[in-house]
């Protein structure tokens, strides 16, 4: 009995204090809540303290100062062919010369047009002249009055450029001069960038080009604008063909690529003269191994190599010829370095100048035979 009479003081003690600290609770709430109430300021400068300390002040003011100096430079151009609207894309003012402006965009831009028409930032559309055009490494050049140009484009400096480097593009995205002027920020993602094209309107990337790469998006239209730095300098030509070159990069964002600025203008001289871009030529009709194994597949199957070039014919009286090269060989090597398609080598071929030796090994019957070709301007 005793026991049972201890149990029950000690469960009612411990609803005591249960009660006393729920009361306490409710208590303070309470106080609490008319301390603040009837005292506001010491809390509310608490609470604004702790908002100061956690608002953050931007201090990037964007790059509208190095916009304004190229953005009047920048043009829609306005491809037509028999009176139709045919393409349109993006060019710039780069150059004048007494009462002539000159204007670089892409070769793609204007081919197969017969007129071309530039759109100013101001609403005026003037009809230019193409001095020439280049499709291996995609400039064009238009020149027009300079009475109609007020602003000519700043030229910077693609080698000095880093990595990491802000760069920005200026240009009429969607193939609609609804959106001319339209700015997109980034950085300079890459140099030195090995890309494949098309030269042709089919899928088959039949060259490589060496270009920036930027994270500044790059859409239909913007082809032939500006890449800039962060001063408003054009250190290279945005071009989609660039971007849209292989099967995989169409479904890749944020990888946009531009012709340096240092290589378009060593064609641009060229073509304000005149002058037809003059390259070397093996004197060959090539194509890839893979592809030549379904035509030649009886010859090939036993091959065991399974990248190069494979030589489809032979021109006679070309530096192919005159260098030993025949029908059948497959070109697997050249100035030492590994040929895995003829994009590559035909890179590797437009390094070099007329009249420069090129090495190359080939695969033949089974050996490896080196040769020493001595280029020239023959049709290939």
Known sequence: MKEKKEQTVNKTSNKKIILVG???????????????????????????????????????????????????????????????????????????????????????????????????????????????????????????????????????????????????????????????????????????????????????????????????????????????????EVIGITSLKLSSGSSTSASIEGMGFAIPIETALNYAEKLEQGETIVRPQLGITMSNLSDAIYRHYSELRNIDIDSGVYVEEVSSGSPAEKGGLKVGDIIISADGEDVPNLAYLRYLLYNHDVGDTMSLTVYRNGDKVDLTITLDQSAS
């Open 22 to 232: 729920i009361a306490m609770f409710f208590i303070g709430a309470i106080g609490l809540y008319l301390l603040i109430y009837f005292f506001p300021d010491p809390f509310m400068k608490t609470i604004m303290e702790e908002r100061e300390v956690r608002n953050v002040t931007v201090t990037d003011t964007g790059i509208a100062d190095a916009v304004e100096k190229i953005y009047d430079a920048v043009v829609v151009v306005k491809t037509y062919r028999d009176g139709s609207l045919y393409a349109t894309g993006t060019g710039f003012v780069y150059k004048e010369d007494g009462d002539t402006a000159y204007i670089l965009t892409n070769n793609h831009v204007i081919e197969d047009g017969d007129e071309i028409y530039v759109e100013f930032t101001d609403g005026s559309n003037v009809i230019t002249t193409v001095e020439g055009a280049d499709v291996y490494s995609d400039i064009a050049v238009l020149s027009l009055s300079s009475e109609h140009v007020t602003t000519v484009a700043q030229i910077g400096s693609s080698e000095d450029a880093r990595v990491g480097d802000t760069v920005f593009t200026v240009g009429a995205p969607i193939d609609s001069s609804t959106y001319s002027g339209t700015v997109t920020r980034g950085i300079l993602s890459g140099k030195n960038r090995l890309v494949s094209v098309s030269t042709t309107n089919n899928s088959t990337s039949d060259m490589m080009m060496s270009v920036l790469q930027t994270d500044a998006a790059i859409n239909s239209g913007n082809s032939g604008g500006p890449l800039a730095n962060a001063n408003g």
